[in-house]
């Protein structure tokens, strides 16, 4: 993941997709997804997006990752979690002389030709520390999936803080997170709707 000159892109989505286990594993279903996007608006300043979505085990994979693909802002940059598949996942598969199925990140690359994808390939425990960090209600390392889901959204933010961290200079950096904090603080006394 490398960035000329740096800084943030115009318009940056972060996608985190749950599953019930683990993607190479077999029957393994998207159970929630969460894409939060910020825009640019002015050097350094953004607005921001928040989708997040349940699935049950009668939606298939190629529905969700449709109706996904019509969410993302076109000319985006897609910052999506790298799955790391075990060495021993991919000999059994060798040893079959078997294809592993296509990842949701490839498959999102064919379906969206105008959008980078922006592969990062982090630890749930990194994810958590950074979104501790920022006062974000983050799943434990080791929760369940009914405990992801429904922390999706925060994942996806902590997701982005992580590349705003990583690849804005220190002066965008603290005005986007602000910017970040200050709209978290808005959605949280925003009415619902009834």
Known sequence: MHHHGSGHPPILSSLIIIRTR?????????SSLALFTAIKTR??????DLIHARFD???????????????IPPGAQLLVRQPVVPAHKM???AAR?????????TILSKR?????????TLTDEQLHAVGKAHGLEMPEPNATPIMRNRRAPETAMAMWSIYVKSFCRSPEARSLIAAFQAWRILEKVRPLPF
Not at 97 to 105: A, F
Not at 112 to 120: A, D, H, N, R
């Open 43 to 48: 050097r350094r300043e953004a607005t921001f």
């Open 57 to 71: 085990p009668t939606d298939t994979r190629a529905a969700i990752i449709e109706g996904l693909v019509e969410r």
């Open 22 to 30: 683990p993607e190479y594993e077999p029957r393994s279903l998207i």
């Open 97 to 105: 002389h078997d294809v592993m199925p296509p990842l949701d990140n």
């Open 91 to 93: 000999l059994e598969t």
């Open 112 to 120: 969206l030709p105008g959008v980078t994808l922006l592969p990062v």
